[in-house]
C-alpha cells in the first residue's frame, strides 16, 4: 500500500518501522541523531524483525550560525528552567552518518533541508538506493529533481515536527499547506511525489492521491502507537489536540517545528522571551538543561521530550501501527474510484 512511515528522530523504533513494513507499508528511521554504529544496530534490530522496506532520513546540515548574542541570551533564559547538565558530546559526523546509511543498503535514502553532494547521489544510485527529497515549495522540488532524486516528499505546513525548507531563516514565510503544495509540485515536476503533512485517515491518504500523489507519508498519526512507545507526557498533550493549537517553534532546535502548545513551548513566546539560539546550538542547549537539574519552582517546567505535533496530531489514536495504516487504505480504497479492481489510482511509477 503506498503509506510510507514518516521519519521521525526519536519516534521510530525498530519494532514501529517493522509494523508498518509488515503490513504493506514502508518503515523508516531519523538518524539525524545517531552514530554511525547506532545506524547499524537499528537497521539490524529492523531487519531481524521484518523483510520488508524501510528509509532512513538524514538532515543536510545547515551553515553553521555561531551567535554568541543570540546563544548567551537563550542560555540565560533556559536558567529559568534549573541548572544544566555537562556540555553535550559532540554531534554525529554527517559524512561518516551517511557512510552508515550506504552501507546498510536501505530501499530508500532520504534528506531533508537540503540536497545530497552529487557523488554521494551517484554512489546511493550505483547500490541500487533510491534518494526521497523533501520539499516544502516548488523550487524546491526542481532542484532536489535536478539533483537527481528519485521521488519528492512533498510537505505541507500541517506536517508535524521539522519544517524541511532549505534555508532556515525563510520557515515562517514558506508556508503552505499540502493541499495547494501538492498539485503545484505534482505539475512542475517529472518524478513521483510523496504527500506529507495533516494525513491522519483513509480521506487524507485519499484526497492526496486524487490530487496527484504517489504515496502519502504519516507521522504524527503513528505516534500514539504502542510500538512507537513516545514518552506518557508527549502522548498525552495529543489527546485531544485541536488542529489550531499546535504552534510553530523553534523552542526546542532552533529549526522551526511544529508542537504541542506546552508551557515550556509557550514561553518562548512571552514578550521577555529572546529568540532560541540557531540550530544546532539550540538544541545542544536544550539537551544540556534536560541533563541538569529542574528548578522546582518553575512556572512552566522544562519538556523532557520535544512534543512534536502535527495539525492532525488530535486523531492519533493508541493503537497496534499496523492497524492505523491498515485502516488507512481500506477507508481510502473506499473512497478511490476503480480502486477495488485495480488496487489503486494512476499514479506516477
Not at 556540555?87 to 540536497?115: H, K, N
Not at 511544529?258 to 532560541?276: F, G, N, Q
Request: proline letters at 9%; glycine letters at 10%.
Amino acid at each position: 500500500m503506498p503509506i510510507l512511515q514518516a521519519p521521525m528522530a526519536g519516534a521510530c523504533p525498530p519494532a514501529a518501522a517493522a509494523a508498518v513494513a509488515d503490513a504493506g507499508g514502508m518503515g523508516a528511521a531519523g538518524v539525524v541523531l545517531d552514530s554511525p554504529s547506532r545506524i547499524a544496530e537499528w537497521v539490524d534490530e529492523f531487519r531481524s524483525m521484518s523483510a520488508g522496506p524501510f528509509q532512513l532520513n538524514i538532515w543536510i546540515p545547515d551553515p553553521l550560525d555561531d551567535d554568541p548574542a543570540r546563544i548567551s541570551a537563550a542560555e540565560e533564559f533556559l536558567g529559568r528552567f534549573g541548572t544544566p547538565g555537562p556540555e553535550q558530546p559532540p554531534a554525529p559526523s554527517f559524512e561518516e552518518q551517511c557512510e552508515a546509511m550506504l552501507a546498510a543498503r536501505p530501499r530508500v535514502v532520504s534528506s531533508i533541508m537540503g540536497l545530497f553532494p552529487s557523488d554521494y547521489v551517484d554512489r546511493l544510485h550505483e547500490a541500487g538506493i533510491a534518494w526521497f527529497a523533501c520539499a516544502t515549495t516548488l523550487a524546491e522540488a526542481r532542484a532536489a529533481q535536478e539533483a537527481g532524486a528519485d521521488a519528492i516528499v512533498a510537505q505541507g505546513l500541517e506536517a508535524g515536527g521539522h519544517r524541511g525548507v532549505f534555508e532556515a531563516e525563510t520557515a515562517e514565510r514558506t508556508a503552505v499547506g499540502l493541499f495547494a503544495l501538492l498539485p503545484h509540485i505534482v505539475d512542475g515536476v517529472d518524478v513521483p511525489v510523496i504527500a506529507t503533512g495533516g494525513i491522519a485517515d483513509g480521506r487524507g491518504v485519499a484526497a492526496a492521491l486524487t490530487l496527484g500523489a504517489s504515496a502519502v507519508q504519516v507521522g504524527s498519526a503513528l505516534l500514539r502507537s504502542p510500538e512507537t512507545g513516545i514518552a506518557d507526557a508527549w502522548a498525552a498533550s495529543l489527546d485531544g489536540l485541536e488542529p489550531e493549537e499546535t504552534v510553530a517553534t523553534r523552542a526546542y532546535s532552533g529549526r522551526l517545528g511544529r508542537a504541542a502548545p506546552t508551557p515550556y513551548v509557550r514561553s518562548w513566546e512571552a514578550p521577555d522571551a529572546p529568540s532560541p539560539a540557531p540550530y544546532p546550538q539550540q538544541r545542544r542547549l536544550v539537551a544540556r538543561w534536560r541533563k541538569g537539574t529542574p528548578d522546582p519552582a518553575a512556572t512552566a517546567p522544562l519538556d523532557r521530550a520535544n512534543h512534536w505535533a502535527g495539525q492532525a496530531a488530535g486523531r492519533a489514536v493508541a493503537e497496534p501501527a499496523a492497524d492505523i495504516v491498515t485502516r488507512m487504505w481500506s477507508e481510502a480504497r473506499s473512497l478511490l474510484p476503480g480502486a477495488e479492481q485495480d488496487d489503486g489510482v494512476e499514479r506516477k511509477a
